[in-house]
Structure formats: C-alpha cells, structure tokens
C-alpha cells in the first residue's frame, strides 16, 4: 500500500462550485499533512498545513484531516478559474521524509 | 528574490552525456531536497541534505546519480550517463532545521533525454 492515495483526476466544476479533494494515507502515526498547488510547469506551491486532526481554515481553503479513518481533504469554496491547477497531498513519514500523491488535476470552469 | 533558484530550467541532451542542476536554496533554510516529478504523478523523493551531509538517498536513485552540497549552501544533482527514462522534472526544495513538512520549492528543471 502507498503511503499516500490520491485519486488524479481531472476533476472539472463551474466557477463558484464547492470543491473537494481527497487524500487517504496508510499509517495513523503521520501527524504532519500538506497541501500543495502547482501550475503546470511551475514549482509546488505550499498552499496549507495542518498538524495532527481537526480544520483549519485560510480565506477560501479549508483543510480537515480525519485520523480516525486516516483521511485528509481539501475544500474550495467559490471557486475561481485561477483555483485550475494540480492539487497535491503530502504528509511527512516515519522516515522524515516528505512524501506526495500523484496529484488531483482541477478544471475550474469559467 | 530571496526563493528557492533552479538552473538550468531546461536541459536538452543526448543519451549517454552527463548533466549537472544546481539549487541555491532559501539562504536560513539547512535542509534541501531533490525530487523527480514524471507527467500525471506527484514529486518522487530522491535525496536530502541537513547542512552539508547528504541524510538519505532513496532506493530509486541508481548509481549514475549523485548529489552534493558542499558547505551545506547550493546543492548540485548530476545525473551520468543518461537515459530516455531519465526524462522528468527535477525538483529542488528547501525547508527550515524543524522538519514539518513545510517545503519551498524552486521552479524545477526540466529534463529531456534524446
């Protein structure tokens, strides 16, 4: 099993929809869970960061990681057609290291 | 500008000759990664550096890989005698001495293999 499971899309809504992203992750020990954006042919952008479970919420993202069934989302509200890009999760290991999903690419439809 | 810095962005070359990528990191930041990122998949980890001394080098890398960071500053990757499958997006980030996960990346190298 992977230690992170992304489903890659493409995943394409109107401008303004609700969007939600979804990552699974293999081990309950992982306390450390990432957001990144990245535009094509561009760098990963940090987008959000959460340690441990709960929400936490910047302007539109809001980010939730659910330990109990080790599962990790990110939501979008109002989106934009600047919000298009490819979403990646991360989490850091056992092994201290950062390790990403294959990414959920996202249309935002104008 | 004060992110993490890429070069070549990038590098066209034939099978068989060698190429190097450099990254200047985040000047505070001591620990520096190398990723390789293919089309439709996320970042794969290659090798990372706290200061100076290279910490981990995954089981992916082959032989032909090396990486350096002399004096815990810029980092060099050089890849040796290319391959075709050796094609991708090389990513190097840069993050503060508390490992949270909290990387900042640089823009990438792009490399074809002909």
């Known amino acids: 099993q992977k230690e992170v499971e992304q489903d890659p899309g493409p995943l394409s809504v109107p401008e303004g929809a609700i969007v939600s992203l979804n990552c699974t992750y293999s081990?309950?020990?992982?306390?450390?869970f990432m957001w990144y954006r990245q535009y094509s042919r561009k760098g990963p952008e940090l987008l959000m960061y959460?340690?441990?479970?709960g929400n936490k919420e910047d302007g539109r993202f809001t980010a939730q990681v659910d330990k109990s069934s080790k599962y990790i989302s990110l939501f979008i509200r109002d989106s934009q057609p600047s919000d298009s890009a490819t979403y990646l999760c991360?989490?850091?290991?056992?092994?201290?290291?950062?390790?990403f999903g294959k990414g959920t690419r996202l249309h935002i439809l104008p | 500008d004060t992110g993490v810095s890429q070069d070549p962005r990038h590098k066209i070359t034939k099978r068989g000759q060698n190429v190097t990528f450099r990254c200047d990191p985040i000047?505070?930041?001591?620990?520096l990664y190398w990723y390789r990122q293919t089309l439709g998949q996320g970042p794969e980890f290659l090798t990372y550096?706290?200061?100076?001394?290279?910490?981990?080098k995954s089981r992916l890398l082959s032989d032909r890989f090396s990486a350096e960071r002399p004096k815990g500053s810029f980092s060099t990757l050089e890849i040796q005698r290319t391959e075709q499958g050796d094609s991708a997006m090389y990513l190097c980030?840069?993050?503060?001495?508390?490992?949270?996960?909290?990387?900042?990346f640089g823009e990438g190298s792009r490399l074809t293999v002909l």
């Open positions: 081990n309950s020990a992982f306390q450390y």
């Open positions: 991360a989490t850091l290991n056992r092994d201290d290291k950062i390790i």
């Open positions: 959460t340690y441990s479970s």
């Open positions: 000047s505070e930041h001591n620990r």
């Open positions: 550096f706290q200061n100076e001394a290279q910490l981990e």
């Open positions: 980030a840069s993050s503060r001495p508390a490992n949270t996960g909290e990387l900042f």
